[in-house]
């Protein structure tokens, strides 16, 4: 049983509150997930300094790239904890 279907299966919940809670962990999820991307493209320009330190000059395009896709990652995990902390529109 995944965690969805936990929410979806209570009876007790409202509809209302049962799809926020879906909504709240999907986004949080979403968050945890560009943390973990954010943190292999960090290791992975960590290593491109520490090969520059030893004389390997880095791909610059690889470098670019993967800077890009961090700030990418950052927005995502933004957005996954602002998507999640959204106060319910009816004020429970």
């Known amino acids: 049983m995944t965690v969805t279907d936990f929410y979806q299966n209570r009876n007790d919940l ?3 509150s049962t799809q926020w809670i879906i909504n709240r962990n999907k986004a949080l999820a979403s968050a ?4 973990v991307a ?5 290791d992975q320009l960590e290593k ?8 390997q000059f880095p791909d610059i395009g690889q470098v670019a ?3 890009h896709r961090l700030r990418e ?11 999640s902390s959204m106060v319910k529109r009816d004020g429970r």
């Open 32 to 35: 945890g997930e560009s943390i």
């Open 65 to 67: 790239g993967t800077t």
């Open 14 to 16: 409202p509809k209302s």
């Open 48 to 55: 491109v300094l520490m090969e520059t330190t030893s004389g």
């Open 73 to 83: 990652e950052i927005n995502q995990i933004l957005i996954g904890l602002v998507e």
């Open 38 to 42: 954010a943190r292999n493209s960090l």
